[in-house]
């Protein structure tokens, strides 16, 4: 069992940044996929953004080069800076690794 702690989720106005973290408990993670998702209610958690253990990056379209992941395998932790945040970008952010643990997820909130 690999327990995830998220930080970084809060309040900004349009046009503004944030910078979530998700750190793990074991010196493993290097070997796994992270992923960033995130979950609005009545709606489906979507992939917002992965990274490989090689470094490879994946973002999903609505990203559009606002978001960067990546991640610092000596610290256990993965990241994900969000710039140009845009009201419809309101969500809990969860992360993920390996396709198989989850954090507990950090709300972001986009409003003036």
């Known amino acids: 069992q690999i327990h995830l702690v998220e930080s970084g989720g809060g309040l900004v106005q349009p046009g503004g940044s944030l910078t979530l973290s998700c750190t793990a408990d074991?010196?493993?993670?290097?070997?796994?996929?992270v992923g960033w998702y995130r979950q609005v209610p009545g709606r489906e958690r979507e992939l917002v953004a992965s990274?490989?253990?090689?470094?490879?990056?994946k973002y999903a379209d609505f990203v559009n080069g606002r978001f960067t992941i990546f991640r610092d395998n000596a610290k256990n932790t993965g990241y994900l800076q969000m710039n140009n945040l845009q009201p419809e970008d309101t969500a809990v952010y969860y992360c993920?690794?390996?396709?198989?643990?989850w954090g507990q997820g950090t709300p972001v909130s986009v409003s003036l």
């Open positions: 074991r010196r493993s993670f290097e070997v796994f996929l």
């Open positions: 990274i490989s253990s090689e470094g490879r990056t």
């Open positions: 993920n690794l390996g396709l198989t643990w």
